[in-house]
């Protein structure tokens, strides 16, 4: 605690008073001089004094301790919205839709002697909702080992959902020996493909003919 100047200074007054007259006696024709005063009580009554006008001024300024207001705390998580999800499945085409009918000929890995023609038929049905025109087609993919001279082959007949057909492609087997594939599609009339791919399976074999001779076609058994 800090005191004021002036304070200090009349303290130090004081006491230097109670010093001096202390010391000092009265002249012979001067009053009679009254009792000696002890100087050390003199002193001690000097430090109370200037103690309690000190505990005076403490009680009327009192300290004052410094109060300090923490930062409000946030307790509020935070929060963010997940990334939507797209739940939505492409579109099922549903209305051109193919599957086999369980029978064809020229059975995968037939033996065919170099450049030799032959017909290859699949029976398909018609799985899906819609009716297939008669110039729906059978064309080859683009895929396995080229179309072996075939080219595409209108079906030639209007197919009914839930109805079968059966689609004749003419083939000419490669001259070199070797193993063949041959992958084909039905293709709408908007030239779109569509339904399970089938294909044509054969194996070459022997020297190639000096004319290629087209082979029976089995009947198609109902």
């Known amino acids: 605690m800090k005191f004021g100047k002036q304070k200090l200074i009349g303290f130090s007054l004081l006491v230097i008073l109670a010093l001096t007259l202390s010391a000092c006696g009265g002249g012979a024709d001067e009053a009679p001089t009254p009792t000696p005063v002890d100087p050390n009580l003199i002193a001690a009554q000097a430090i109370a004094t200037f103690s309690m006008s000190l505990t005076q001024t403490a009680f009327a300024n009192p300290t004052v301790t410094p109060t300090f207001t923490p930062f409000p705390t946030n307790t509020t998580a935070a929060t963010f919205a997940a990334l939507g999800t797209n739940t939505s499945a492409a579109p099922v085409n549903t209305c051109d839709v193919s599957a086999f009918g369980n029978w064809e ?41 080229g179309p072996m001279g075939a080219a595409a082959t209108v079906i030639g007949k209007v197919v009914k959902p839930g109805e079968t057909i059966d689609i004749t492609v003419k083939f000419t087997a490669p001259t070199a020996p070797g193993e063949y594939t041959s992958w084909w599609k039905l293709q709408n009339d908007k030239g779109e493909f569509f339904g399970t791919p089938f294909s044509v399976v054969i194996k070459v074999v022997g020297a190639p003919a000096a004319t290629a001779t087209e082979t029976a076609t089995p009947t198609a058994t109902p």
């Open 105 to 145: 000929t020229v059975p995968d890995g037939t033996v065919m002697a170099p450049g030799q023609v032959f017909d290859k038929v699949w029976r398909l049905q018609n799985a899906g909702t819609c009716t297939w025109t008669a110039t729906y087609k059978a064309v080859f993919t683009g895929t396995g080992n």
